[in-house]
Structures are given as C-alpha cells and as structure tokens.
C-alpha cells in the first residue's frame, strides 16, 4: 500500500487546521501552570496587601468591641459603624481579588493564548458515554496525569520538608517572643514558604507544558491525504484550476482576435510575430496594441486582417519590439512613437489614395527609429 493511503499522520497539522481547533476550543493548556501563577499570585498578593488588610480588620474589630450603649440600642448607629469598618476592608481585599485574578489570566493563556469557542461550551452526548469515561480514565492522558500527581507530591513534599527543616529553630523561636511580634513573624514565614511551595510547581510545569504543546500537535497530525484534500478545498483542485486558466485563456484570445477587423495596420515578421494597431484620433493619445501573436496565432491574425481589409506591413524589428513591449489593450512604450508614427502615417496616405483623395505614398522606410534597448 502506498505511504500516503497508510492512513497514518505523519504530517504537521496546516495553519487552517490549527485555526479551525482553536475555534474549537482545541488549543495547548497546561493546568499545573495556571494552578502556580494562581497560588503564587495568592502569595504575592498576600505579603502585598497582607499588612493593609489585616489592620482595617483590626481596626474594625477594635471598633465593634467598643461600642457605646446608645450605639447598641440604635440599629442604624450600629449600621453604620459596620459599614465605615468594612469600607475600610474593601480596598485591601479587592486588590488582593485583582492580582490573584491577572495571575489567573496570564497563567491559563500564556501557552495557548486566550480562545472563547461556543462550540467547545455545548454539551456532547459522547461526554456522558460510560463506555469513553473508561477510556479516559484508563487511557494514556489519564496515565500522564497520575504521573504528574505523583511527582507532584514527591516535589511539594520535598520542598516542605526541606522548608521545615531550614526553618525548624525558628518555628520553636516563635515562644519565646512577644505578641504581636511572634505573630508577625509567624505569618511572615507562612508566607515564604506557602510562595517556595508555590514556586516548586515550576519544576512540574517546565515538563507539563512543552509536553502538552508536543500532545496538543501530535493529536492534530494529519496524513498525507488530508493535506491534499484540505488543499483541494482551499486552493482548489489543481485540474478544475487548469481547466479555468484555460477557458480564461482561450475567452481572451477569442476577444482580443475580435478586435483584430477594427485594427488600421497589422505589422508583421513576416513568419513568426504580428501586431495588431488601432489609433483613434479623435480620443487623442497613444496608439494602442489590440492583438499580438506568435507562429501560428501570427497566422491567424494575418488571416483575420485579410478577410477584413486591415493593411499589413512586413517590418520584423518593429513587430519583434512591440511583441516583447507592449500589452494587449494597453499603448504603446513612448520609446516606440516616432517608429508607429510613420507607419501609421504610412496606412493614412495609402487609405487617402484608395479613396482617390491623394497621391500613392512613398514606400516606408525599412529601418525606422527603434531604440537599441528595444532591440530584440
């Protein structure tokens, strides 16, 4: 069986497939790194705001132990040192909200980005199949994620043990000295270590997130036949695109040998170049090139200027620039006027004296005024 009807995906998932699974909802995430910017995000916000809040709460508890037995008795006095206590609260605990909030945000889409799929929210019946709940939890998917557990737990336990160790006469310290200070340092130290723990997540997430970016591209591998199709319906297939290209061709030859009768000169190799030249005098301007052909388009243009009367002129370094020059429905290079301008001037006289309006003109030159560049 050829490789590419093996079925198997071998080839790097296209730019069209990883943005049609990213409207999906299919996109890189690694759960340990938004689960450690979240708890570090905790601890840096914590030892932040930490000292701010725990003063408004003393302060509001202060306060409360010490009311007065008119406050006591008047429910909205009682209120309202209620509410001046909290306001005092507020700003602390929405500061702590917002940095626990931002580490949140940045650790869920730094590998991935930030995605929001509908798709991805509506329920799928497979979700609820028994028969696919056992397969992920006995699948390979379901095998890494015990792995990570475990290491987990032999990482965080280290870390502890070794910050306990470290920190073993100081804990025992903490008796000895004087409240509140005692206190102060107790929670400075929670602190530390909840941050240290926090932080050897890290050694997880530096093997959790390159291998759900390799899984996340592994599951999106295509094979060869999916690449020739996803290109087929993209790009289009390649025979229907030949035969477009040419049908346009074959339209514009049929269009361009239409305006070959209503051409005043055919200028010509003699064997293998023609051209076809139209001035109209009244619009002004250049002359423009309405046809042009080589070998046996050449041919047939002549034909075609013969059963209609348009003059041909046999003047191959003309024909030869002017095939190489100029464009089908476009002037003519100024370079090539004053060379056109006297065969044209040429046509005109000899139109004048069929018409008994003027003597025979004299013969055209046969080297006229051609630009060595445009020489070919």
Same mark, same amino acid.
């Given at each position: ?11 790097? !998932? ?17 759960? @340990? ?17 930490? &000292?701010?809040? $725990?003063?408004?709460? &003393? ?62 929210? /509506? ?7 028994? #028969? ?30 070794? #910050? #306990? ?18 206190? @102060? ?20 997430? /530096?093997?959790?997130?390159?291998? +759900? $970016? ?20 993209? =790009?289009?297939?390649? =025979? ?23 051409? @005043?000169? $055919? ?7 023609? $051209?076809?030249?139209?001035?109209? !005098? ?47 429905? +476009?002037?003519?290079?100024? =370079? ?13 006289? #000899? ?9 025979? !003109? ?9 630009? =060595?560049?445009?020489?070919?």
């Amino acid at each position: 069986m050829a490789e590419s009807d093996s079925g198997e995906k071998t080839e790097e !998932p296209t730019a069209k497939k990883l943005t049609d699974a990213r409207k999906k909802g299919q996109i890189a995430r690694s759960k @340990d790194l938004g689960t450690m910017f979240v708890l570090v995000g905790s601890a840096v916000a914590m030892m932040l705001m930490g &000292s701010s809040l $725990v003063q408004a709460l &003393s302060t509001m508890m202060k306060r409360l132990f010490t009311l007065s037995r008119q406050e006591t008795m008047d429910v909205h006095a009682l209120s309202n040192v209620v509410l001046s206590g909290a306001s005092n609260v507020v700003f602390p605990m929405l500061a702590i909200f917002f940095i626990i909030i931002l580490a949140a945000f940045i650790g869920n889409t730094m590998l991935g980005g930030m995605a929001f799929s509908w798709e991805a929210m /509506a329920p799928k019946a497979n979700r609820l199949s028994p #028969l696919a709940g056992f397969k992920r939890m006995f699948g390979v998917q379901a095998a890494v994620e015990l792995l990570k557990s475990i290491l987990k737990f032999f990482v965080v336990f280290f870390v502890a043990f070794t #910050l #306990l160790s470290g920190l073993f006469e100081q804990i025992l310290g903490l008796s000895l000295e004087a409240i509140p200070i005692n206190f @102060d340092h107790a929670v400075t130290m929670l602190l530390w270590m909840f941050l240290a723990l926090a932080l050897s997540i890290g050694i997880i997430v /530096a093997i959790d997130a390159p291998y +759900q $970016v390799w899984n996340h591209t592994r599951q999106l591998k295509m094979t060869k036949q999916e690449v020739k199709d996803e290109y087929k319906s993209t =790009e289009g297939n390649p =025979e229907i695109k030949g035969r477009i290209k040419q049908t346009q061709y074959e339209m514009s030859q049929r269009r361009m040998m239409s305006e070959v009768p209503n051409s @005043d000169v $055919v200028i010509t190799n003699p064997t293998h170049f023609s $051209v076809a030249l139209k001035y109209d !005098p009244n619009v002004g301007g250049a002359p423009k090139l309405v046809a042009k052909g080589l070998d046996e388009m050449a041919m047939h243009i002549r034909t075609i200027a013969k059963e209609h009367g348009v003059e041909i002129i046999q003047s191959p370094a003309l024909a030869r620039s002017l095939y190489y020059t100029a464009e089908v429905e +476009q002037d003519i290079p100024e =370079e090539l006027y004053a060379a056109v301008a006297q065969v044209l001037a040429f046509i005109f006289q #000899l139109n004048e004296h069929k018409k008994g309006r003027g003597k025979r !003109p004299t013969p055209l030159a046969k080297t006229l005024p051609i630009p =060595e560049e445009f020489k070919y």
